[in-house]
């Protein structure tokens, strides 16, 4: 049995035992006034989770490593991305070199590394896998060929330590300057991915199957404890011999530290044509999934998470629930579980264009198929459908940004 070691950051940690309650947040000013609010509502989940009769015989805790599923539903492309994350901010738990993590995050110039074998990670790459080196545009660069310039000097800087990190021989293809604001604002990605102001450096290698670039990457990444303690690790593992299937780890750099992502993704061009009845695990492949052993030292509701996200061209809403939907309390403006030890759905919202439903453990290990079925229900009037924007550059920002706010439980959604 795998026990948890004490690795809680001090920005994450917090704890909740009988009548003591504290929150010990030092939040980084890159992200201050995005991460307040979420610490906020943190917060307030462990005011209602003390509330109940089980908050007074057992600690909740909330780790810094993460899982997360996720199914995105696009009635309007008609398609359906399913994906599985393993995320953190120890270099404990995600075993980045301490000191390319320091020199990353330290540059004030790097918003993200990304490496991925995501098809056309940008504009112009074709069958290869990448490495981009997202770096925020000088100001004094003026012209397109100074600010290439800039960027792949400060590009050139890192290559060769990230290359021995990940065993990988990635060369320089190009410099992509992103031209607008569209796909960060309608992402809500604080320019991390994409957006005015970003330039990114790739560095293309060729491309390999999923299943053994997520077997090396994990195998160099993610500590032999987390890897023996299955949950949705392995869930993703098996997912990655998916012909479809994808793989991309990034590192955000915050002030005090970095965001450590590893995210296995599966598209199903067509799924979402004609369908009404939802079997979210379907698109995971599996009849089951299980929660990492990693946290069976005791009790990390927030930890463990399943979400869906419906977008639809047209108002819609959702019926025929199979599994249990918990309690839940408006706060600010959001629905907020009264407890965290029951399992079930919260769907917030649950009608409209965009419709997010999420699920939490509670105390149990593992959820079944038969527990997350739902029916997209019939849709009502016609209503003004989002900006269109740029979807090559999209795709990247959704895999990389989003799986950051779903982690963290309460995210804003994703918006496309």
């Known amino acids: 049995m795998a026990i948890l070691p004490k690795l809680f ?38 005011i209602f989770a003390f509330t109940t009769n089980f908050a007074f015989s057992q600690e909740i805790g909330l780790a810094t490593f993460q899982e997360t599923a996720q199914v ?28 390319l993590e320091k020199k990353i995050r330290e540059h004030e110039r790097i ?47 890192f290559i060769s330590e990230i290359n021995q990190a990940f065993d990988t021989d990635a060369k320089f293809h190009s410099v992509y300057v992103h031209s607008d604001d569209e796909t960060n604002r309608i992402l809500e990605t604080s320019g ?48 990655s011999f998916n012909e479809n299937s994808k793989m991309t780890f990034s590192i ?19 799924a979402g044509k004609g369908l009404t009845e939802v079997s ?16 069976s030292s005791g009790f990390y509701p927030l930890n463990s998470i399943f979400q869906v996200v419906i977008l639809s061209p047209e108002s819609t809403t959702i019926s025929n629930i199979k599994g249990n939907t918990v309690p839940t309390q408006m706060m600010d403006g959001e629905k907020i579980p009264t407890q965290l030890t029951e399992e079930g759905w919260i769907f917030d919202p649950d009608e409209g264009q965009r419709i ?10 593992s959820i079944e198929a038969n527990d997350l079925m739902f029916v997209i229900g019939e849709q009502t009037s016609p209503t003004p459908t ?31």
Do not use: W
């Open 252 to 270: 955000i750099p915050f002030e005090n530290n970095s965001l450590l992502q590893l995210k296995l993704s599966v598209s199903y061009p067509e």
């Open 280 to 295: 979210p695990l379907e698109f995971l492949d599996t009849d089951e999934l299980n929660r990492s052993e990693y946290f």
């Open 72 to 99: 995105i539903v696009d009635r309007r492309s008609q398609e359906v991305t399913a994906s599985l994350t393993l995320q953190t901010t120890s270099i404990q738990e995600i075993k980045v070199p301490s000191d």
């Open 356 to 365: 997010q439903g999420k699920y939490i453990f509670g105390k149990e290990s």
């Open 192 to 239: 991390a991915v994409s957006g005015r102001g970003t330039v990114s450096a790739v560095y293309v290698m060729p491309m390999e199957d999923t299943d053994s670039m997520y077997e090396k990457i994990s195998a160099i990444l993610i500590p032999k404890i987390i890897r023996d303690s299955d949950g949705f690790y392995l869930a993703a593992k098996e997912l």
């Open 9 to 46: 950051h001090p920005e994450f940690d917090l704890k909740l035992k009988k009548c003591n309650f504290r929150v010990n947040l030092i939040i980084s000013s890159k992200e201050e006034q995005s991460m307040k609010r979420i610490f906020l509502v943190f917060a307030i989940v462990g």
């Open 386 to 416: 989002e900006t269109s924007f740029d979807e090559s550059i999209a795709i990247l920002a959704i895999i990389i940004v989003g799986g950051v706010a779903a982690a963290i439980f309460f995210l804003k959604g994703y918006k496309k």
């Open 111 to 157: 918003t993200s590394i990304i490496v991925t074998n995501q098809n056309e990670c940008i504009l112009g790459v074709v069958d290869d896998s990448c490495i981009m080196i997202n770096v925020q545009r000088d100001p004094s660069d003026k012209g397109i060929i100074a600010i290439q310039d800039s960027t792949k000097e400060v590009a050139e800087q």
